[in-house]
C-alpha cells in the first residue's frame, strides 16, 4: 500500500490450542471505540455506531475513511469481523493491518487489502508482509463466500514462530520465522491495528484497467467484534504451537482451490529463483 494511502487511509481466530499468559487482551465486549479509534475522519467519514458495536468507514470522491487501535502490541492474535461494499466496489480498497509506528523506511507491517471488484466478481484478498521497509511477498485469494452480505472474521496471528492469515478461522497462509537463516521476519517493532477505506484505482482492479465509478458513491465497509490478545514475555502455549494436521490440510484446501497469486511462483519476477523463505520448510 502507498505511503500516503497509510497515512490516510486482520484479525486471528486461534487454529491452535491453549493460550498463553496474557499483557493486554481486547475483548469484543463493550463498546468498539473501547479499542480501536477514528483517527483518519476523513470530514465525518469515519463513524462508530451509536450502540458503540460498529465502525463504519466511507469513501467518496473527496476522501476515504480509518481507524487504528489505541494499543500497540508485540507479537499478538487479533480478529475483526468485516462486511465489505457491495455491488460495484471497483477501484476501492478496504483493509485491516498491523503497521509499527515511525519511519516509512524501516516499517514493520501484516497487510491484508480487500480489492473492490465489479458487480458479481469475486473479492480478492491481498496479502503482504513487510519486514524493515521490505515487502515483496505478495500472496492474493479470491473469497469463497459473498463477504459483502454479512460479516466474516478476518484474523492474523503473529508470534515468534510464524504469521497466519485466517478467514473464519480457515488458515489461507503461514509465514514462519527463519531469521536464524537469514530471511527478515518482524520481530522487533511494535505494532498497531489499522483500517482503512481508500481509493486505488489505478491498480485494485484488473490491475486499474477498471476505475471507481463515482456516480455509486459513498462506498461503505464495515468492522464490528475487534478482539486482540498480546502475549507476555515468556508466554507459553497458542504462541509456541505449529498447527496441527486439521489446520494444515484447510490451508492446503484454501491455497489449492482459491489462490490465484503468489510471489513464490512468479518466475518473471524472480528469473533467478524463488525467495529462500519460500522452500524452507
Given at each position: 500500500?502507498?505511503?500516503?494511502?497509510?497515512?490516510?487511509?486482520?484479525?486471528?481466530?486461534?487454529?491452535?490450542?491453549?493460550l498463553c499468559t496474557v499483557a493486554r487482551t481486547a475483548?469484543?465486549?463493550?463498546?468498539?471505540?473501547?479499542?480501536?479509534?477514528?483517527?483518519?475522519?476523513?470530514?465525518?467519514?469515519?463513524?462508530?455506531?451509536?450502540?458503540?458495536?460498529?465502525?463504519?468507514?466511507?469513501?467518496?470522491?473527496?476522501?476515504?475513511?480509518?481507524?487504528?487501535?489505541?494499543?500497540?502490541?508485540?507479537?499478538?492474535?487479533?480478529?475483526?469481523?468485516?462486511?465489505?461494499?457491495?455491488?460495484?466496489?471497483?477501484?476501492?480498497?478496504?483493509t485491516c493491518y498491523f503497521m509499527s509506528e515511525g519511519?516509512?523506511?524501516?516499517?514493520?507491517?501484516?497487510?491484508?487489502?480487500?480489492?473492490?471488484?465489479?458487480?458479481?466478481?469475486?473479492?480478492?484478498?491481498?496479502?503482504?508482509?513487510?519486514?524493515?521497509?521490505?515487502?515483496?511477498?505478495?500472496?492474493?485469494?479470491?473469497?469463497?463466500?459473498?463477504?459483502?452480505?454479512?460479516?466474516?472474521?478476518?484474523?492474523?496471528?503473529?508470534?515468534?514462530?510464524?504469521?497466519?492469515?485466517?478467514?473464519?478461522?480457515?488458515?489461507?497462509?503461514?509465514?514462519?520465522?527463519?531469521?536464524?537463516?537469514?530471511?527478515?521476519?518482524?520481530?522487533?517493532?511494535?505494532?498497531?491495528?489499522?483500517?482503512?477505506?481508500?481509493?486505488?484505482?489505478?491498480?485494485?482492479?484488473?490491475?486499474?484497467?477498471?476505475?471507481?465509478?463515482?456516480?455509486?458513491?459513498?462506498?461503505?465497509?464495515?468492522?464490528?467484534?475487534?478482539?486482540?490478545?498480546?502475549?507476555?514475555?515468556?508466554?507459553?502455549?497458542?504462541?509456541?504451537?505449529?498447527?496441527?494436521?486439521?489446520?494444515?490440510?484447510?490451508?492446503?484446501?484454501?491455497?489449492?482451490?482459491y489462490m490465484v497469486y503468489n510471489y513464490c511462483a512468479?518466475?518473471?519476477?524472480?528469473?533467478?529463483?524463488?525467495?529462500?523463505?519460500?522452500?524452507?520448510?
Amino acid at each position: 500500500m502507498a505511503v500516503g494511502s497509510k497515512m490516510e487511509a486482520c484479525c486471528v481466530l486461534a487454529v491452535l490450542v491453549g493460550l498463553c499468559t496474557v499483557a493486554r487482551t481486547a475483548s469484543a465486549e463493550g463498546r468498539i471505540d473501547d479499542h480501536l479509534e477514528v483517527n483518519w475522519v476523513g470530514g465525518g467519514r469515519g463513524s462508530v455506531s451509536p450502540d458503540g458495536q460498529v465502525i463504519s468507514l466511507s469513501l467518496d470522491r473527496d476522501s476515504g475513511s480509518g481507524f487504528r487501535s489505541k494499543d500497540t502490541y508485540m507479537y499478538a492474535r487479533t480478529d475483526l469481523q468485516i462486511k465489505l461494499i457491495p455491488n460495484n466496489s471497483a477501484g476501492t480498497v478496504t483493509t485491516c493491518y498491523f503497521m509499527s509506528e515511525g519511519s516509512w523506511g524501516n516499517h514493520d507491517e501484516i497487510d491484508l487489502e480487500f480489492l473492490g471488484n465489479l458487480s458479481g466478481q469475486p473479492y480478492t484478498l491481498h496479502t503482504n508482509i513487510y519486514t524493515n521497509g521490505t515487502g515483496h511477498k505478495e500472496q492474493q485469494f479470491h473469497l469463497w463466500f459473498d463477504p459483502t452480505t454479512d460479516f466474516h472474521t478476518y484474523s492474523i496471528v503473529w508470534t515468534s514462530l510464524h504469521i497466519l492469515v485466517l478467514v473464519d478461522g480457515t488458515p489461507i497462509r503461514e509465514l514462519k520465522n527463519h531469521a536464524d537463516r537469514g530471511v527478515a521476519y518482524p520481530s522487533s517493532q511494535p505494532m498497531r491495528l489499522y483500517g482503512s477505506l481508500w481509493n486505488a484505482d489505478d491498480w485494485a482492479t484488473q490491475g486499474g484497467r477498471v476505475k471507481t465509478d463515482w456516480s455509486v458513491a459513498p462506498f461503505v465497509a464495515q468492522y464490528r467484534n475487534f478482539t486482540a490478545t498480546a502475549s507476555s514475555p515468556g508466554g507459553y502455549g497458542y504462541y509456541d504451537q505449529e498447527m496441527d494436521a486439521a489446520a494444515q490440510q484447510n490451508m492446503r484446501w484454501a491455497r489449492d482451490n482459491y489462490m490465484v497469486y503468489n510471489y513464490c511462483a512468479d518466475s518473471r519476477r524472480f528469473p533467478d529463483g524463488s525467495p529462500p523463505e519460500c522452500y524452507m520448510p
